[in-house]
């Protein structure tokens, strides 16, 4: 037809519309073909840190950067404009790297340039793919339907001059700003408001916790000073210290917590009622290394959030006492623990909670069948759910609990429970509400003699952006008090003002 339409007048219109007619057809078979052979062959498998994914370049008039996260949903990114869009997705996560990451987070040094790197390499390949499966659609394409030699070479030529275009105008119109600026769909859709409040917990946490370590020495300072808790003093031979926490959560802030407390009223030993951890995985183990620190023996029961490899990481360190349905003596005084029957990290339905129910309420059969035969008998109990206490009777037993993040005081039959609440103000997840929830501990007065209770302190330190706390003591009014004959009574502290200026 070239050949025909050369020798044709140049001024011969009606050759000149069949050979535009015959030149656009050949272009739309070779771009079709194009198409075709960019969809079918311009894909690249690609480790991607611990990830295997796939990239996939797709025609399209908009453009731009999908990732897939199955099953979760997908994020957009306007990073271009033109005829063909980026897809990634994730395939699968490589258990083995996974468990190398959380086993050693240390690992992660380096993974964002790994990353980069993989990325950059897996997209010249798909380049490099898209121009030739392009070019081998678009000259398969005009073979077929043309069915002409020179339509297969102006068809490929074609195609891969718009190719070419369509990548200049990637590169020209590249958006790097659309990186912070995603478009999710799917359960994706809730992750903006998610991230944002994650790094704003994260930063109101730091600051937070640069401001503990003064609230809480102040708080002991006006203690000390405190005219009306002379009643009791607490401070001879003859009384025992003990802090009590529980549900610390993962929540470092904790251990600042102790650590004053310990120093600054003298405590003889801490005894933790559990939920150290929030899934009990290896790398949660790390919260432990606050325990050395305190410098006195910490006993330890574990909760229904901690795993036997927290329990491994809290006997790991030097001055931790692990009870699991054994007693110790520390500091003069018989401890008894048991850990918790669960190991119930995630939330449950209302049918699970009915079976966990049923398996506490079959463990406190056991746990007062089991203390029936201790000999001697234990003065304080360690549990983590107070439910597994609720069969105990005994004159001057003391039980200590957590679970609820709530503090109570429960008398059952000469039994004390003493339940404390979050000591790790229930970890990063109490700093989500607009309240966040108070650290909380006890210190216990113990006579070291009877094992009987003689007072308790308890301390509360608010919540982020609360620069408040407060202490208060109750006197345990000895048995002849009880007759009819003069006794100490309750004697609260004055409550710490809700604005303390930091010290020096």
Do not use: C
């Amino acid at each position: 037809m070239l050949r025909r339409f050369k020798r044709e007048r140049p001024h011969d219109r009606a050759s000149l519309v069949r050979y535009l007619l015959w030149s656009s057809a050949v272009f739309l078979v070779g771009l079709f073909g194009a198409a075709i052979g960019v969809a079918l062959g311009a894909h690249v498998s690609a480790k991607l840190g611990p990830f295997d994914a796939t990239f996939t370049l797709r025609p399209t008039m908009a453009g731009g950067t999908v990732v897939h996260v199955a099953p979760l949903g997908r994020i957009r990114l306007e990073t271009h404009n033109g005829p063909l869009a980026v897809h990634a997705s994730l395939d699968e996560l490589r258990p083995a790297e996974a468990d190398r990451i959380v086993r050693n987070p240390s690992a992660l040094a380096g993974i964002e340039d790994a990353i980069a790197e993989d990325t950059q390499s897996a997209l010249r390949e798909l380049v490099l793919r898209a121009v030739v499966f392009g070019a081998l659609g678009a000259a398969i394409a005009t073979a077929l339907i043309i069915r002409r030699p020179y339509a297969v070479v102006f068809g490929t030529l074609t195609s891969l001059l718009v190719m070419t275009a369509g990548g200049v105008a990637s590169a020209a119109t590249w958006n790097p700003k659309s990186l912070a600026e995603p478009r999710y769909s799917g359960l994706l859709s809730r992750a903006p408001a998610a991230i944002g409040d994650a790094k704003d917990i994260l930063n109101r946490f730091a600051e937070y916790r640069v401001q503990l370590s003064a609230l809480v020495l102040n708080v002991s300072r006006l203690y000390a000073a405190g005219s009306t808790l002379s009643t009791f003093e607490g401070h001879d031979e003859s009384i025992v210290r003990v802090l009590h926490v529980s549900d610390i959560h993962l929540n470092p802030q904790a251990f600042d917590l102790m650590k004053q407390v310990v120093e600054q009223f003298d405590v003889d030993v801490v005894a933790d009622t559990g939920d150290i951890a929030d899934w009990g995985s290896d790398v949660e183990g790390n919260t432990a290394l606050g325990i050395d620190p305190l410098g006195v023996p910490y006993v330890y029961v574990r909760g229904n959030h901690d795993s036997p490899a927290t329990e491994g990481a809290v006997k790991a360190q030097q001055n931790a006492i692990v009870l699991n349905g054994s007693s110790e003596v520390v500091a003069g005084l018989r401890f008894f623990g048991v850990a918790d029957p669960r190991f119930t990290p995630d939330k449950r339905s209302d049918d699970d909670r009915q079976a966990q129910k049923k398996v506490i309420e079959e463990f406190a059969v056991l746990l007062r069948d089991q203390l029936g035969q201790e000999f001697p008998a234990p003065q304080i109990v360690l549990v983590h759910d107070p439910a597994s206490a609720a069969l105990l009777e005994g004159p001057g037993r003391i039980v200590l609990a957590g679970h609820l993040h709530e503090r109570k005081q429960i008398d059952q039959g000469g039994t004390t429970i003493l339940v404390e609440g979050s000591t790790g103000g229930a970890g990063l997840r109490g700093l989500e509400n607009e309240k966040p929830t108070p650290l909380s501990a006890s210190i216990l007065y113990i006579e070291r003699a009877t094992g009987r209770l003689a007072a308790y302190d308890t301390i509360t330190v608010g919540g982020l952006g609360e620069e408040s706390a407060t202490i208060s003591r109750k006197v345990i009014a000895p048995p002849e008090a009880a007759d009819g004959n003069a006794g100490p009574t309750r004697t609260p502290s004055p409550p710490v003002p809700s604005s303390i200026p930091s010290s020096p």
